[in-house]
């Protein structure tokens, strides 16, 4: 079983950018894809992007692209995802999540384990 734990969220001025971190143990990381979600207070969990188990394939979705980079470094199991000009609509807990299976899913029940979340907050 893969575990993830998540780093690099805190607070950060409209404009600005961070760099959130996801952690993997476990053997099977390199096969599986992987993905970013959130949860604003009071809304649903949504995707935010993926990443197919050798990096080739990125999906972002529609408010995040063009600003957000997911990447992935199989040898160190470690994925990334990059924020710049971050807004406060950015503002949520994220998630990293990762399905045992190679190609990208922006539908959360397709992924079968998670991590315990990062908070990130953008003021105005």
Known sequence: QVQL????GGWVQAGGSLRLSCAASGRT???NAMGWFRQ??????EFVATISHRGGTTRYADSVNGRFTISRDN???LVYLQM????????AVYY????????????A????YWGQGT??????
């Open 119 to 124: 908070q990130v907050t953008v003021s105005s």
């Open 84 to 91: 710049n000009s971050l807004k406060p609509e950015d503002t």
């Open 96 to 107: 990293c999540a990762g399905r045992t299976a190679y190609n990208t899913s922006p539908k």
């Open 5 to 8: 734990v998540e780093s690099g």
């Open 29 to 31: 990381f390199s096969s």
């Open 40 to 45: 604003a207070p009071g809304k649903e969990r």
């Open 109 to 112: 029940d397709q992924y079968d």
């Open 75 to 77: 040898a160190k199991k």
